[in-house]
Structures are given as structure tokens and as C-alpha cells.
């Protein structure tokens, strides 16, 4: 809901789940362990009818620009990670998450495949998953890492997906409050508090249908973003000799270091980032997660709605002036519903496409949504042919069935 590229820095946000996910359905693979034919998975879209085979190794190749990509990351990660006999299995999912949109259809497949591997392989049996993983915000945190191919405690990374991402999607899914939104800080996942949707409202989320492809050129504008604030975490670690892991970390290394900073990024001199650009990139992560957060926050547990707008659409502000990851449709999806009358509005995701929330009362959500639809398709012909607006209120985290 908020907290727009902060979660790999360290920083903040307030999540929630949409009411529309992906099911999956795993047979474990039969036969003698030593067997390589057990090792085998087999996995099924049954929308699209499209499949994909891999192996349950460490040396399985990548599949870049394909989804059957993150089954194979997960599949490699879990090698990897665990030791002992590994059973595979068939598996078919079935999703009603937009893809590509923004919405986290990406991470929830990698989340669904490694449940429903763990699941065949018991992994939380095994001495690698109890030394390091002990919660759901743990598992959210490892399988962040999984993604962006880094280490998790003592397990060890390998080639992610390719994007340089955190785990604000996985921490959503995995520990989404049903009619809450969740406040997290990341590096490591750490539940903050749960802050009560107030009754009588409902999100309406627009699919721009501008795909927020995470591939090729577009990959490369996503990993700028994150590649930036890192920029700057090395600037300030160089100027002042520590070594702090996150800027999350540095901001709250002192009581002026949102200042010093400043001060530090205002005078770096790198090839590849202009001290203004640093410093614009720092200054909306840590606006983002210090002020516009926990004010959001507050001002949505005590009921004040007015202020809650003012502060989301300041945060849609700083994406579109900072993180220059928005494009006329999402900042017109923005305008749109606050003009007709939501009572806020934002972009979320990585951006360069995807999709917008609105919050509006229950009541009028689906008047709300003709309208919204009606108005984007004039003013965009061409991408509301793909676009898709449905409701949806803070859903559950992910469960057996």
C-alpha cells in the first residue's frame, strides 16, 4: 500500500493482500530417492496450458524472460540450501493475479512453488530450515532472498531471478492480516504494528494494463532505482568509515543522520550517479519511511481519512519526482480516482507500469469502479483495452488448503 522501493534499503512499508491469488495443486514424484527421475518437477499453468520440467538441482539452468524462471530459482535455491534426498514433484497452479501488473504475480509464484516443494520435502523438518528459519517473517526474508539471489543467515545465495528486489511482496503474502494493513520495517522483516481497515471501506485497484515487465530494458530502469540507493549507502559508508549494512540502518545510526546524509550525498562525486540524484533518491526513502508511513498510519487508526489522503498522495509525489518509475497512465489512474472522489490514491509496485489502488467507501466501490474504467478508457484507448479494475479488501496471507 505504501513504502515504494524502501523494503531491499532497510526501510518501510504498510501491506496488505488483495483477495485474488494463485492455487496450487502438488503430487509428489514416486520412486526410490536415489532415483533421478524423483528429483524431477513437472509444473502446469492450467490457464495458459503452458509447462515447464526442471530438476530439483543446483545446476538446473536459468530460463531469463520466462516464468517458468522462478520455479527453476526456487528449485535451484532448495538444492542449494538444504541437504539430504530431494523428492519432486507435479504441480499445477491456477492464478487470477494480473500478470505482470505490478501486483506481485512473480513473487507469489515463487512463494506457491516453494510451499508446495517444502510441503513434499518437509523442509521445516530439516536442521538447515530450524537454525534459520523460525517465523513467517523469516520465511518472507529468505524468500526475498531467493529472488535476489543473496545469502539469508547461514543459507547460502545463488543466481536469483535478476532483479535487485527486497521482500515487501513476500512478507504480504506470507503475513497479511485479513480487514488489517501491516506495518513492516525489512533488513531484517520486522512486524511493526496492525492497523485496522476502517470498516465501511474497500480497495479498487486498476491494472494500468501497461505491462511492469521485469525483463530486458525494463529490468535495467528497476535495478537502477535499487542500484542508486546502494550508491548512496556506499558514498556514506566511504565518507564516514562504517559499515552499515542498510540505509535503513544508517538513517537510524543517529539522531542527525538523516542530516549528515544529506550532507555526505550533497558532495559525493561518482561517474555513474550525480550527487543531486543521490541525494533525491535518499530523501524519498527516507521520507517514505520515517514521516509519511507512521503518519499514514496513525491517521488511519484514528479515523482521519482526510489526512490519510494527503499523506499517500505525497508519497505518489515522491515516486513520480524521485523514483521517475511512473508513466501517464499510472499518474493519470492517480488523478482520475482522486477526482472522483477517492479518498486516496497511489501507484504501487516497481513501477514503469502496473497498477494503481484507490480507497473508497464499500458502498460506492462498484460505481466507483465503472467510472474509474470509463475515464481511463477515454483518456488511454489503447491500454484499457488490457487493463482490468476489480475490488478487493485486505485479504489473508497465504494458507494450506
Given amino acids: 500500500m505504501l513504502g515504494k522501493h524502501t523494503d531491499y534499503g532497510g526501510g518501510r512499508s504498510l501491506l496488505c493482500a488483495v483477495e485474488r491469488g494463485i492455487c496450487v495443486l502438488a503430487h509428489p514424484r514416486e520412486g526410490a530417492p536415489a532415483s533421478p527421475a524423483v528429483r524431477h518437477v513437472r509444473i502446469r499453468d492450467a490457464g495458459s496450458g503452458e509447462s515447464a520440467q526442471l530438476d530439483?538441482?543446483?545446476?538446473v539452468a536459468a530460463a531469463p524472460g520466462r516464468w517458468s524462471n522462478y520455479p527453476i530459482t526456487v528449485a535451484r535455491r532448495i538444492a542449494t540450501n538444504f541437504s539430504g534426498?530431494?523428492?519432486?514433484?507435479?504441480?499445477?497452479?491456477?492464478s487470477d493475479i494480473p500478470h505482470a501488473a505490478g501486483v506481485s504475480s512473480s513473487s507469489a509464484l515463487v512463494v506457491a512453488v516453494f510451499l508446495a516443494l517444502s510441503a513434499v520435502n518437509d523442509l521445516p523438518a530439516r536442521v538447515e530450515y530450524a537454525d534459520n528459519i523460525h517465523t513467517p517473517e523469516d520465511l518472507s526474508g529468505y524468500l526475498g532472498a531467493v529472488e535476489n539471489g543473496l545469502d539469508f543467515k547461514a543459507l547460502r545465495g545463488q543466481a536469483g531471478v535478476g532483479t535487485f528486489g527486497g521482500s515487501e511482496d513476500h512478507t504480504a503474502i506470507l503475513c497479511a492480516r485479513a480487514g488489517s494493513l501491516a506495518q513492516y520495517s525489512f533488513c531484517p522483516v520486522t512486524f511493526e504494528r496492525a492497523i485496522a481497515l476502517p470498516s465501511g471501506l474497500t480497495f479498487v485497484v486498476a491494472a494500468s494494463g501497461v505491462r511492469a515487465e521485469k525483463t530486458r530494458a525494463a529490468l535495467a530502469k528497476y535495478n537502477d532505482v535499487s542500484?542508486?540507493?546502494?550508491?548512496?549507502?556506499?558514498?556514506?559508508?566511504?565518507?564516514?568509515?562504517?559499515?552499515?549494512a542498510s540505509m535503513g540502518a544508517a538513517l537510524s545510526s543517529s539522531p542527525d543522520a538523516r542530516v549528515r546524509i544529506g550532507s555526505v550525498l550533497a558532495l559525493s562525486h561518482r561517474a555513474d550517479y550525480a550527487a543531486e540524484s543521490l541525494?533525491?533518491?535518499?530523501?524519498?526513502?527516507?521520507?517514505?519511511?520515517?514521516?509519511?508511513i507512521p503518519a499514514a498510519g496513525d491517521a488511519l487508526a484514528r479515523g482521519d481519512l482526510a489526512t490519510f489522503g494527503e499523506l499517500v498522495a505525497r508519497s505518489q509525489t515522491g515516486a513520480e519526482r524521485a523514483l521517475h518509475n511512473q508513466i501517464p497512465e499510472t499518474i493519470a489512474l492517480v488523478r482520475q480516482a482522486r477526482a472522483?472522489?477517492?479518498?486516496?490514491?497511489?501507484?504501487?509496485?516497481?513501477?514503469?507500469?502496473?497498477?494503481v489502488w484507490a480507497l473508497v467507501e464499500s458502498t460506492q466501490a462498484d460505481v466507483f469502479r465503472?467510472?474509474?474504467?470509463?475515464?481511463?478508457?477515454?483518456?488511454f484507448p489503447e491500454s484499457a483495452r488490457h487493463a482490468i479494475v476489480f475490488a478487493t479488501r485486505a485479504g489473508p496471507s497465504a494458507a494450506r488448503l
Fill in 227 to 244: 542500484r542508486r540507493l546502494g550508491a548512496g549507502l556506499e558514498c556514506w559508508n566511504r565518507a564516514t568509515g562504517r559499515a552499515d
Fill in 279 to 292: 541525494v533525491e533518491r535518499f530523501e524519498q526513502f527516507a521520507a517514505e519511511t520515517t514521516d509519511i
Fill in 370 to 379: 465503472h467510472r474509474w474504467a470509463d475515464a481511463y478508457a477515454a483518456a
Fill in 340 to 355: 472522483l472522489g477517492a479518498i486516496a490514491a497511489s501507484a504501487f509496485g516497481a513501477g514503469f507500469g502496473g497498477s
Fill in 56 to 59: 530439483l538441482s543446483a545446476d
Fill in 85 to 94: 534426498s530431494m523428492r519432486g514433484a507435479d504441480i499445477v497452479f491456477a
